[in-house]
């Protein structure tokens, strides 16, 4: 890897950060000259001048100004094929206008009742249609706030404190998620938490069910576990065949909760998710994403009995406890309209087998550009979801045989101007690397990828990153 004196260049905002300096920055700054006035601006407002940590792009994000199907414009006019899709929350591509006139729709209404409303009791329906563990829907405004919930009603179902959670899997920032995801893989407290929450957590790792079997036997204070549907990053570290089920056995055996972890996967892998696809049916499920359309939402799913501790009746009958459960913007109702109409549209039309089939396309041509330019990556993945292995060549790669931190380790200078490069040449890549793919992405958009692609990596090469 080249390592260039990075002293700051003058078309690099750098952000107060030396970064090497190649043609593919160079190229990226010339291109994005509204997106870098933006970001200094940004840098006054917001810690590293973002909004989201997975926006962190050096020297600087790209700043949106519409978007349309698979595509969006930067603020300078640059148009990018979107792999990064909402971070996964449409399915159906930008501004599908059947949604976007439930959104018109309902914003005419008003925004905020304070009160229930038509759409919401619709939106549900159309979940407990589709999710097969849905007896009951609760709506919160993520996923999560989903998750943290799930975890609360299993706690008070079963009346067992701690969670199991698989090392390096993501369930949001709340407090006992952020233990073992990124960082502190010990079970450890991260910065901000405190021992108390890490004491409630055991970290185990996936496709071991000996291993999680020890744990269970070891400690009757487990409550729930739960897992991402996928496996972690949506699929960078897949789960083997079997390991659901094997996960259902074992929380039947033992009496504690299965939470599916379904906010990326939920109406991607089939109109019913993870669960569905698998036939193997969780007790809870938390959902966000695809759920709202691309508006903020999110819900927790699954047996009447375990959401029945929400429920005034059932507290007062069983003289219980309820778990109180407040939230301004539960089952808003623009989010409830773009939803409802979102999942109709799933669950009556081919859009996820679609998008499969464009991501299984997009991932044969990315593995072909990457032999005929004898790079050892392999482009795999499941579903409508893509991401890049780099250093293991296509004949040797089976992700079932790597470890966890074999397949999530990169090397975060080469991704960066890999990003960069892709977006010099019209790509938006998700930060994985990879691409979440929607039922909006064409043949053309597959081809322009496959050019886009071997370009970057010729810009790679160039710059003695490859």
């Not at 100004?65 to 449409?90: C, F, S, T």
């Not at 496996?231 to 599916?260: S, Y």
Request: glycine share 10%; charged share 20%.
């Amino acid at each position: 890897m080249q390592t260039i004196d990075p002293a700051a260049s003058p078309t690099s905002p750098n952000l107060g950060h030396n970064l090497p300096q190649t043609d593919i920055v160079t190229a990226y700054c010339e291109k994005t000259a509204g997106s870098e006035a933006l970001a200094r601006t940004a840098a006054d407002c917001f810690p590293s001048g973002i909004t989201h940590d997975s926006r962190y792009l050096l020297p600087h994000g790209l700043y949106v100004e519409h978007a349309q199907g698979p595509h969006k414009w930067d603020v300078d006019g640059n148009r990018y094929i979107d792999y990064y899709g909402g971070h996964g929350a449409l399915l159906l591509g930008h501004n599908r206008p059947e949604v976007k006139a439930a959104i018109d729709g309902a914003m005419e209404k008003g925004t905020h009742f304070g009160a229930g409303h038509p759409a919401e009791i619709a939106w549900a329906g159309l979940v407990k249609e589709l999710v097969p563990c849905a007896e009951r829907v609760r709506f919160t405004s993520s996923g999560t706030e989903a998750n943290s919930m799930a975890v609360r009603l299993a706690r008070g179902f079963t009346g067992r404190s701690k969670v199991v959670r698989f090392r390096g899997q993501f369930h949001g920032w709340q407090d006992e998620a952020s233990i073992g995801y990124a960082n502190h893989f010990d079970g450890s407290s991260t910065l901000g938490v405190p021992p108390s929450a890490a004491g409630n957590i055991v970290l185990s790792e996936v496709n071991d069910l000996p291993a999680l079997r020890s744990i269970l036997e070891e400690d009757d204070d487990i409550a729930v576990i739960m897992v991402e549907a996928m496996g972690a990053m949506t699929g960078k570290v897949p789960l083997a065949p079997g390991f659901h089920q094997g996960l259902r056995d074992l929380c039947d055996e033992f009496g504690c909760v299965l939470l599916f972890d379904e906010v990326v996967t939920g109406f991607r892998v089939s109109p019913g998710g993870m669960q569905e696809h698998l036939g193997v049916t969780p007790d809870l499920t938390s959902l966000a994403k695809i759920l709202a359309g691309g508006l903020p939402g999110g819900a927790v799913v699954g047996r009447k009995d375990i959401l029945d501790q929400l429920d005034f009746k059932v507290a007062a009958d069983t003289n219980r406890e309820k778990i109180h459960h407040p939230g301004t913007f539960n089952a808003n109702p623009v989010s409830a309209a773009a939803g409802a109409e979102t999942l109709r549209i799933i669950g009556s039309s081919p859009v996820c087998k679609q998008a499969d089939a464009t991501a299984e396309d997009l991932r044969n041509v990315l593995n072909q550009v990457l032999k005929k330019e004898s790079v050892d990556w392999t482009a795999y993945g499941s579903s409508s979801v893509i991401h890049l292995c780099m250093g293991v060549p296509q004949d040797q790669f089976d992700p079932l045989a790597m470890s966890r931190t074999e397949l999530q380790n990169k090397n975060t200078e080469l991704v960066r101007q890999l990003r960069l490069a892709m977006l010099v040449h019209g790509v938006d890549l998700a930060p994985t690397p990879g691409a979440v793919v929607s039922a909006s992405h064409t043949t053309n958009d597959v081809e322009d990828t496959c050019r886009a692609f071997s370009d970057s990596l010729h810009a790679l090469k160039q710059a003695h990153l490859l």
